[in-house]
Antibody, heavy 121, light 107 residues
Framework: QITLKESGPTLVKPTQTLTLTCTFS??????????VGWIRQPPGKALEWLTLIYWNDDKRYNPSLKSRLTITKDTSKNQVVLTMTNMDPVDTATYFC?????????????WGQGTLVTVSS | DIQMTQSPSSLSTSVGDRVTITCRASQSISSYLNWYQQKVGKAPKLLIY???SLQSGVPSRFSGSGSGTDFTLTISSLQPEDFATYYCQQSYSIPRTFGQGTKLEIK
């Protein structure tokens, strides 16, 4: 059974850097085709895809946020880390990590519970 | 970026109703279309992938159809637990994009 869980600060100040960790089990990020993505959702708003990292360390970013995002993986620890710089109150959202299938067409079949990050001074 | 447009944005419905939600892509995405259900305070749950494939464990009252730019999610007979927000998402290209959501409300 695949599970994912997000962890990190619940409150960050404007201009600070956010670091979130996705710890997963039930699959390996060294398996051909597999990916882990981050998606966020501001309160009462729609889902927004942020970034993906694949088994071969290929990284993809939302162009609208690319300059602020970094995604990395630690295969031995079964973790994926998201870093977002220069946080602003508009970045207040629930941040989800999700497993993207190797099967094409790809889809996010397992999600973490999400973590609410508030940006406020 | 491929824009995903859902309609309607909200729908007032009753238990037992047949419900259809539409999703339109700004360009052809073949069958690279997924549907998710999200309840308040919860993570999205995959319902349909590849436009019409039912995810394991999802009730058969949910179905999906379409290809190219126009897609539909149908719930054949709405159950109390189906009142939620539904999102479409394309996996044809990067960036992955979601629709704005369709909220099903109790009439």
């Amino acid at each position: 059974q695949i599970t994912l869980k997000e962890s990190g600060p619940t409150l960050v100040k404007p201009t600070q850097t956010l670091t979130l960790t996705c710890t997963f089990s039930g699959f390996s990020l060294s398996t051909n085709g597999v990916g882990v993505g981050w998606i966020r959702q501001p309160p009462g708003k729609a889902l927004e895809w942020l970034t993906l990292i694949y088994w071969n360390d290929d990284k993809r970013y939302n162009p609208s946020l690319k300059s602020r995002l970094t995604i990395t993986k630690d295969t031995s620890k079964n973790q994926v880390v998201l870093t977002m710089t220069n946080m602003d109150p508009v970045d207040t959202a629930t941040y989800f990590c999700a497993h993207e299938t190797a099967q094409v067409p790809r889809h996010f079949d397992f999600w973490g519970q999400g973590t609410l990050v508030t940006v406020s001074s | 970026d491929i824009q995903m447009t859902q309609s309607p944005s909200s729908l007032s419905t009753s238990v037992g109703d047949r419900v259809t939600i539409t999703c339109r892509a700004s360009q052809s995405i073949s069958s690279y279309l997924n549907w998710y259900q999200q309840k308040v305070g919860k993570a999205p749950k995959l319902l349909i992938y590849a436009a019409s494939s039912l995810q394991s464990g999802v009730p058969s009252r949910f179905s999906g159809s379409g290809s190219g730019t126009d897609f539909t999610l149908t719930i054949s007979s709405l159950q109390p637990e189906d009142f939620a927000t539904y999102y479409c998402q394309q996996s044809y290209s990067i960036p992955r994009t979601f629709g704005q959501g369709t909220k099903l409300e109790i009439k």
